[in-house]
């Protein structure tokens, strides 16, 4: 069992920033990929970004290229998502999720929804006109 807990969401006006934080425990030996998805009222769950825990490459959603980056401490099991430049379109609740190394993960297959198997429970990030 892996437990992920994510902190850092809030309100803050457009052009602001965040930064999220996922701290993980629990059986993190065989993580192999890490992601922040999120889901807005009424709409499904979407990708945001991932991590590939041994190598550190990473995939973004089109809609925060440039302007969200996701990065990871490997000593204390925990991926950030730094949120600059918000808009009231990223306003949602933000999912961390863990992938195992159960199979091979990786390309653009990191942003399936149903490739993760752990979740966390979110945190709201609220952004004002």
């Known amino acids: 069992q892996v437990q992920l807990v994510e902190s850092g969401g809030g309100l803050v006006q457009a052009g602001g920033s965040l930064r999220l934080s996922c701290a993980a425990s629990?059986?993190?030996?065989?993580?192999?990929?890490m992601g922040w998805f999120r889901q807005a009222p009424g709409k499904e769950r979407e990708f945001v970004a991932a991590v590939t825990w041994s190598s550190g490459d990473q995939l973004y959603a089109d809609s925060v290229k440039g302007r969200f980056t996701i990065s990871k401490d490997n000593a204390k099991t925990t991926v950030y998502l730094q949120m600059n430049n918000l808009v009231p379109e990223d306003t949602a609740v933000y999912y961390c999720?863990?992938?195992?190394?159960?199979?091979?993960?990786?390309?653009?297959?990191?942003?399936?929804?149903?490739?993760?198997?752990?979740w966390g429970v979110g945190t709201q990030v609220t952004v004002s006109p």
């Open positions: 629990g059986r993190t030996f065989n993580t192999q990929v």
């Open positions: 999720a863990t992938a195992l190394q159960t199979r091979i993960l990786a390309g653009p297959r990191r942003s399936r929804v149903n490739e993760y198997d752990y």
